[in-house]
């Protein structure tokens, strides 16, 4: 039988250097990475059958980094990660869609190696569909909207301005859109060469309909919520890799939407402020 090829990753080199020890006495051929960015080479260039990783790392990145990585280029190996934390109620769930088990620091060597066996002769785990968070974005689009539609509903002034359910939301879809573009169009956070129609005329038409400048503020913070939201729903689907980079982006194009849309509703005509 091949031996099984486990790259193990974590930043305290005494625990690292005795997994190493340890791991190639129980038959398996060992790669080691003591942080991150050393564990994204390794794993872009070779195969292997088990990820035994860290999951704080101080740095960019940590193990969530690691496993989504493994995930994509090697989706035949097992992802396990350690943690100090035995408590992670909130957490557990969402790192769990990524890595197929989470094991409890201090482990006896006994466990661990059982552990990693156990798993290995489970066979390979199912291999899961990684998107992009612009093709979420993008197939997930009615139910963003929908979302921020609920949480519109709950602010008592900007719902006392009274518009049909299609004035209220007719802007989002080419704002996603928008936004869709700006996070494949991989421009750098800050940039200003997308330009987005849809929010400089959602100015114009929100203060034709009677909306103050909080209430542009207050929905644009909600289209955030929303979208976030919505990625919080497919965390199974991520690449955690890129996920930090995304986020900044998502971040960074609605501000920018909101910042257009206040630009065009400053310089509308204040006898546009009542609605014909």
């Not at 050393?38 to 794993?43: E, S, V, Y």
């Not at 009615?142 to 004035?167: C, G, N, R, S």
């Amino acid at each position: 039988m091949p031996l099984a090829r486990i790259l193990i990753v974590d930043d305290d080199d005494l625990i690292l250097h005795a997994l190493d020890e340890v791991l190639e006495y129980e038959g398996f051929e060992v790669s080691s990475a003591g942080n991150v960015a050393d564990a994204l080479k390794l794993i872009s260039a070779n195969v292997y059958d088990v990820l035994l990783s860290d999951l704080h790392m101080p740095g960019a990145g940590d193990g969530l980094t690691v496993v989504s990585a493994m995930r994509h280029a090697n989706p035949k190996a097992v992802t396990m990660l350690l943690s100090a934390f035995p408590e992670m109620d909130a957490a557990s769930h969402a790192i769990m869609l990524q890595a197929d088990q989470i094991l409890v620091k201090p482990m006896d060597v006994t466990t661990l190696i059982n552990a990693i066996k156990e798993r290995l002769a489970l066979g390979p785990p199912p291999v899961r569909e990684v998107e992009t968070v612009a093709t979420i974005l993008e197939r997930t689009t009615q139910i963003t909207i929908k979302d921020w539609f609920e949480h519109i509903q709950k602010d008592e002034k900007v719902m006392a301005v009274p518009l049909t359910y299609e004035q209220r939301t007719g802007h989002l879809p080419q704002i996603l859109r928008d936004l869709v573009q700006r996070l494949r169009s991989f421009k750098t956070i800050g940039s200003k060469e997308l330009v987005s129609a849809a929010a400089a005329q959602h100015g114009k038409i929100r203060r034709s309909q009677g909306y103050s400048a909080a209430m542009l503020v207050e929905e644009s913070r909600m289209l955030q919520v929303s979208v976030f939201h919505t990625l919080q729903k497919n965390l199974a689907c991520i690449d955690f890799s890129i996920l930090l980079t995304e986020i900044m982006a998502i971040a960074d194009e609605i501000d920018s939407q909101l910042s257009q849309a206040m630009a065009s509703y400053i310089t509308e005509p204040t006898s546009d402020l009542q609605p014909a």
